[in-house]
């Protein structure tokens, strides 16, 4: 049964008056629907991927990181829906807070759902088993989502698919460090006296 709100345990997990995160609204847009990586250095290193489906963005915790190269599956541990305006989030989360550490847009992009308008993206999640192509600067072309596991923590398999995109042998996350909205690396956001304002990016 699903939730009425999808961003309650947003809500539940963040105090708003002293995070830089986003506030939490459900937004409904036009457009191709995006997709975004962000690069988190939180108690542990990794990445977090998320996607647009039904105004907000689902997200999946990557702890090694996504890679170009299909013989490369990754565990995928799904968190809680995301505001749309995360995807443009890039600063410090201070101590104290849910996540605190720094955070950086890895990659971005738009995405379409390869298993055709039949189905949503959110029923191909329920089933299990989405594909989708990425149009990011970083990754391109077809990756999946499949699901491994059921209970109460469900975990998932996210790589990239056979392809004239996929690159065999390659590190991705080596080759390209830092963010694409502003080129800076983590500790270059990391250094900032105070945490980051959203202006500041755009």
């Not at 995160?21 to 962000?38: D, H, L, W």
Request: charged share 30%.
């Amino acid at each position: 049964m699903s939730d009425s709100d999808p961003l309650r345990r947003y809500k539940e997990k963040r105090d708003f008056a002293g995070t830089p995160e986003p506030s939490p609204e459900v937004e409904e847009r036009g457009g191709e629907p995006i997709f975004v990586v962000q690069k988190h250095d939180a108690s542990n290193l990794h990445y977090d991927l998320r996607i647009e489906s039904g105004g907000v963005l689902k997200s999946w915790a990557v702890p090694k990181g996504p890679s170009m190269d299909p013989k490369v599956r990754r565990l995928a541990v799904p968190t809680e829906d995301h505001p749309m305006a995360y995807a443009d989030f890039e600063g410090v989360i201070p101590e104290g807070h849910y996540g605190a550490g720094t955070v950086i847009v890895w990659d971005q992009g738009t995405y379409h759902n390869t298993k055709g308008e039949d189905a949503s993206l959110e029923e191909n999640l329920d089933e299990g088993h989405a594909t989708l192509w990425l149009e990011g600067t970083k990754l391109r072309g077809g990756f999946a989502l499949i699901r491994t596991g059921g209970g109460k923590k469900p975990r998932w398999l996210f790589f990239k698919m056979k392809g004239d995109e996929a690159r065999p042998g390659s590190d991705v996350l080596a080759e390209m460090p830092n963010s694409v909205k502003t080129g800076r690396s983590l500790v270059e956001v990391a250094e900032q006296e105070e945490p980051a304002d959203l202006s500041d990016f755009v």
